[in-house]
């Protein structure tokens, strides 16, 4: 292109690329941008880091076609390399398959925006939003999170020990008859007794598991757990970097991921999974809106409240839920109850503890200072900006979280009102929980659920540093592992709890002497059978062969005489 001197309106950008591509980009922008002015350049080659000379005039965007892959350290090199030569420029990266880096890296990469085989119109659209300030993330990757669907990796080590292989078969024979289980039921189009037999199986299979890592687990950190997802699309569009856009881009990302969401098969949330579909649905959109009109709230008043942002959130959340509720079931819905009229929301608010915060959930701190303040976030102990498509990842994970517990809550709240209202349970709940029997049922297991993962899950879970996320993939919600310090949270247990992390910590005590007290027994017992025994069982043998030899030779001797 030519280098002349550049008008102030117009907009200069840069095409790296082949020469066949840049062209295509260019008689689209003649139509569709004639302001535009785009200098062409070469595809750099791996290692070569000279560029030709250009006008001294600044640009305003970069747009990098990488049609062959590079190696990662060589692309970072060569994205550092642009970022020194033309800082503050955006740039849009654009790769031809996804699947020839890991997802980590490209969610950390220093760009603007990365597409995956886009078209013209979509690389066009990618690049207005950037020269307006926004920022473009749009692949098609295989996700590799922490789900609960593990699978043990096929590489073994030669110096496993017994307690490895027993962990490793056990934990893949259980796995592989889990998955048979579940295609099983997958299939069976009419649910029966064999169904229901078939669901029993599964749960005590998953009971299996918990105590093979309870026994063997911690011993066996060696052994590699590897995650495996369906590919599904990762799109972000964020006209503006500012905290309400943020906002509205989580809002508009877990809106439809909830559409049309499932349960999981691993007997989660039950509470949750329990409601109507479209009620499930309305609840998570009126938490979603709820959540919304808080943070706005908050980020107009905070400089007039008295305390921090954590603290106002907090204080909150009981009147966040009972509006939530309020809009389920509608502020002037009437439903029959005892042969009169009565309105459901308010019988419903009556009858409802929703003041008591889950113990489990993590708070959303960095979520609101990201999205009122703007602050970066300090994720695996590097900090990020929260419009980069990492940070916004985790954003959407932790608010996932609290959507779904927040929802379990107010599930739970709903089934107990339908325990002692049939009409309530028409309008709420599916068939099959229209009986007494199964709806006793479902809250019996809902309480035996709470209270062993009160007594023993947590403490367990507060001693390991581990807390339980929930978050939205593939249409299902399922559960990840985060790790975190939660010593604080061990002062807080009771005198029960405290006696189960004081066993555990007595089992890790104890198990390396036990270990040293095996080994040493197995070495007495392999000393006594090879030295003692076995040449006392030697030299028994050889005064046997003895015997034997000299009496085969008197007999033949006596033979000869004869």
């Not at 970022?83 to 654009?94: A, K, Q, S």
């Not at 890296?105 to 995956?116: A, F, I, P, Q, S």
């Not at 439809?256 to 691993?266: G, R, T």
Request: net charge neutral; charged share 20%; aromatic share 6%.
């Amino acid at each position: 292109m030519n280098n002349h001197s550049l008008d102030l309106n117009k907009q200069r950008i840069l095409v790296v690329g082949q020469q066949w591509q840049a062209q295509a980009l260019i008689e689209l922008f003649k139509i569709k941008h004639p302001n535009w002015q785009i200098d062409l350049q070469p595809t750099p080659k791996e290692g070569n880091k000279s560029y030709p000379n250009r006008s001294s005039n600044r640009l305003q965007l970069i747009c990098w076609i990488l049609q062959n892959p590079l190696a990662s350290d060589t692309l970072r090199e060569e994205l550092t390399q642009w970022g020194l030569r033309e800082p503050g420029t955006p740039l849009i990266l654009i790769i031809n398959n996804s699947k020839n880096y890991q997802q980590d890296l490209l969610l950390k990469l220093k760009v603007d925006g990365l597409l995956e085989q886009p078209s013209l119109a979509e690389i066009s659209e990618a690049m207005e939003l950037v020269l307006n300030g926004g920022r473009v993330f749009k692949i098609k990757q295989e996700q590799n999170l922490d789900l609960p669907k593990t699978y043990i990796n096929q590489k073994t080590s030669y110096n496993q020990g017994l307690d490895n292989l027993l962990f490793k078969n056990g934990l893949m024979q259980i796995e592989k008859e889990i998955n048979q289980i579940l295609q099983i039921i997958a299939t069976e189009k009419q649910p029966g007794l064999f169904t229901f037999v078939m669901h029993g199986r599964l749960r005590e299979l998953r009971m299996a598991r918990r105590i093979l890592h309870f026994i063997w687990g911690e011993s066996n950190k060696s052994v590699q757990m590897e995650n495996h997802e369906s590919k599904e699309n990762l799109h972000i569009w964020l006209p503006q970097r500012g905290g309400i856009n943020l906002l509205t881009q989580l809002q508009l990302n877990l809106a439809n991921s909830c559409k049309d969401l499932v349960a999981d098969e691993s007997n989660q949330l039950l509470a949750l999974a329990a409601l109507l579909t479209e009620r499930r649905q309305n609840l998570f959109e009126c938490l979603l809106n709820e959540f919304k009109i808080l943070v706005e709230k908050i980020s107009l008043e905070k400089a007039n409240m008295e305390g921090s942002v954590d603290d106002l959130w907090l204080n909150q959340q009981p009147l966040l839920r009972q509006r939530a509720l309020l809009q389920l079931v509608g502020p002037y819905t009437q439903m029959p109850k005892e042969g009169n009229l009565v309105l459901l929301a308010d019988r419903l608010l009556q009858t409802s503890n929703l003041q008591d915060e889950d113990p489990d959930l993590c708070t959303l701190y960095p979520v609101l200072i990201a999205l009122i303040e703007g602050k970066p976030l300090l994720i695996n102990g590097q900090l990020m900006a929260p419009d980069q498509p990492y940070a916004l990842l985790h954003l959407q994970t932790l608010l996932s979280n609290w959507l779904l517990r927040s929802a379990e809550r107010i599930a739970k709240e709903v089934l107990e009102a339908c325990s002692g209202w049939p009409e309530l349970r028409r309008s709420m709940l599916p068939a099959k929980f229209l009986p007494t029997r199964e709806l006793d049922r479902l809250r019996n297991q809902l309480n035996s659920t709470e209270r062993w993962q009160s007594l023993f899950v947590r403490p367990i879970a507060i001693y390991e540093s581990k807390r339980t996320l929930y978050t939205i993939r593939s249409g299902k919600w399922c559960s990840q592992v985060l790790i975190e310090p939660r010593d604080h949270e061990l002062k807080t247990l009771s005198w029960w709890q405290q006696a189960i992390t004081v066993l555990l910590e007595a089992r890790d005590a104890l198990a390396p002497q036990l270990e040293i007290l095996i080994n040493r027994i197995g070495t007495l017992m392999v000393l006594l059978l090879t030295r003692v025994l076995g040449r006392a069982i030697g030299l028994i043998g050889r005064g046997i062969m003895q015997g034997l030899g000299k009496g085969i030779q008197n007999s033949a001797l006596s033979g000869d005489k004869l």
